[in-house]
């Protein structure tokens, strides 16, 4: 008496060798089951049979509902795990086809980073998982042959929708990113073409989006520009505008000092040294860094 067949496109030896194991703690108790094999087209078809005179009416429903949930619950993680990558690229190359090939691998893959790193609030892998096994569930308390590719395809909507939105959201991602690097291949141009002003700048970083630009000798620097820029303007970015200080001033090197935690103004660092590549050193302690005043180590004697 057949139980159970899973119509399956890819992996049947994985998934064979899941129901085996399953159907050998059923012999334990007693309960002979054996995992048959077949093709129909493209499709394996593992099915999952007993012998029928073992049986009662009470242990079939027992045996039967036992390896239905434990077939729910490995074919959800299976879709989480494997499946999902495909599904995942599917959208990609669907709803992003105007993207080049390197384009939508960058995409994929922020994709992935994004649901593995947990970006995506009550979608994380056990949440996914969980949503998956009650969907299982359901169509198994009433059929006992499932095809995995239809499954997806019709059963697991609010899925597929959800995932669709982890690409939406990582191609957005991933338009930033170019944005902001052309924004740095255009900076990087205005300073390379430009001749230093200064030798030297020193830049404190504070807290509070705050930051500082004293001279080699620790003395504030000012020209007609920078006193206008560095009025505080709330629609203005304080990043925007020490960059744009640091391009007026032109200078040779840039010394970076922080008088609050370093990793507090990464974001800003990070700009500071694609923009002035090899010109960005960083202190590692002085009075700057202290208080932002007195005379950088560099000056000392």
Do not use: W
């Amino acid at each position: 008496m057949k139980i159970l067949s899973l119509g399956l496109s890819g992996a049947p030896d994985e998934i064979r060798a899941r129901l085996q194991h399953d159907c050998r703690a059923l012999a334990q108790d007693g309960f002979r089951v054996a995992v048959d094999e077949s093709s129909k087209g493209r499709y394996t078809f593992l099915g999952c049979n007993i012998a029928e005179g073992e049986l009662s009416f009470r242990n079939y429903e027992r045996v039967k509902n036992t390896l239905k949930n434990l077939a729910a619950q490995m074919l959800a993680e299976y879709i989480v795990i494997r499946e999902e990558k495909n599904l995942i690229r599917k959208i990609v190359n669907h709803n992003y086809y105007y993207f080049n090939e390197l384009e939508r691998d960058a995409i994929y893959e922020n994709a992935l980073k994004l649901l593995d790193g947990g970006c995506m609030g009550d979608f994380a892998c056990a949440d996914r998982r969980d949503r998956i096994l009650v969907k299982l569930q359901e169509y198994f308390d009433i059929h006992h042959e499932l095809v995995l590719d239809g499954f997806l395809s019709f059963r697991l909507k609010e899925y597929r929708d959800r995932l669709t939105e982890v690409v939406d959201k990582a191609v957005d991602e991933y338009m930033m990113d170019m944005e902001y690097k052309e924004f740095i291949r255009v900076l990087r141009y205005f300073v390379d073409v430009q001749e230093a002003q200064v030798d030297e700048v020193h830049i404190v970083l504070g807290d509070g989006d705050t930051f500082k630009i004293r001279d080699a000798h620790g003395r504030n620097i000012h020209n007609q520009y920078l006193d206008t820029i560095m009025v505080r303007n709330e629609e203005v970015n304080y990043e925007d505008l020490l960059i744009s200080a640091l391009i007026t001033i032109a200078p040779q090197t840039v010394m970076l000092h922080f008088s609050t935690e370093p990793d507090k103004t990464n974001s800003v660092v990070d700009t500071i040294q694609s923009v002035f590549a090899g010109r960005v050193k960083i202190c590692g302690g002085c009075s700057l860094c202290i208080n932002g005043i007195g005379v950088p180590e560099t000056e000392r004697n």
